[in-house]
T-cell receptor
């Protein structure tokens, strides 16, 4: 697609429910990243994938959070047994070529509009 | 990872130049300096990046100090649409990771 697409844009759920947030990266982009952003704060790294392989999940806050990208394209971030503290904007980003190095334009991240999660 | 320090907020008048500073005194010789900005209610977007030499693109210029311990993002003529949070980020030239670690950034207000 033309940009990074995230769905749903808004999700309101009750505490204890599971939620799944979807990210459709730019076509052909190898790397996919998940971030979480609280109001007034910078984005906080959660996890990222190269193709279908999860390369780094050091930012996932606890084992209620998981992510997958089974076919190397669309990714799903799942939060089980949601808590009120999980309320935030969840942002997905993709980049073309991780192997291009930090100085290459191919490693620039393009972000989606985000999914706003509210846990009541 | 080396850290960056930015002022929390800055103000500018419309159509005047804006210089957004960033300190990165612990930068290593191979870290790239990247700038992203986040407009209200939008995701971050790439602005510019550089290593040692000053860089220009259609959005901004990046001036890098000779010792690389600081850099400045320059918006040559600020518009109201440039009001955003600007993030200065150091990226290591690893071959298999593109993840960014965001700080608090500088909130730029542009007055008409």
């Amino acid at each position: 697609g033309a940009g990074v697409s995230q769905s749903p844009r808004y999700k309101v759920t009750k505490r204890g429910q599971d939620v799944a947030l979807r990210c459709d990266p730019i076509s052909g982009h190898v790397s996919l990243y998940w971030y979480r952003q609280a109001l007034g704060q910078g984005p906080e790294f959660l996890t990222y994938f190269n193709y279908e392989a999860q390369q780094d999940k050091s930012g996932l806050p606890n084992d209620r959070f998981s992510a997958e990208r089974p076919e190397g394209s669309i990714s799903t971030l799942t939060i089980q047994r949601t808590e009120q503290r999980d309320s935030a904007m969840y942002r997905c980003a993709s980049s073309l070529a991780p192997g291009a190095g930090a100085g290459s334009g191919a490693n620039v991240l393009t972000f989606g509009a985000g999914s706003r999660l509210t846990v009541l | 990872d080396a850290k960056t320090t930015q002022p929390n907020s800055m103000e500018s008048n419309e159509e005047e130049p804006v210089h957004l500073p960033c300190n990165h005194s612990t930068i290593s010789g191979t870290d790239y300096i990247h700038w992203y900005r986040q407009l209200p209610s939008q995701g971050p977007e790439y602005v510019i990046h550089g290593l040692t030499s000053n860089v220009n693109n259609r959005m901004a210029s990046l001036a890098i100090a000779e010792d690389r311990k600081s850099s400045t993002l320059i918006l040559h003529r600020a518009t109201l649409r440039d009001a955003a949070v600007y993030y200065c980020i150091l990226r290591v030239p690893s071959s298999n990771t593109g993840k960014l670690i965001f700080g608090q950034g500088t909130t730029l207000q542009v007055k008409p």
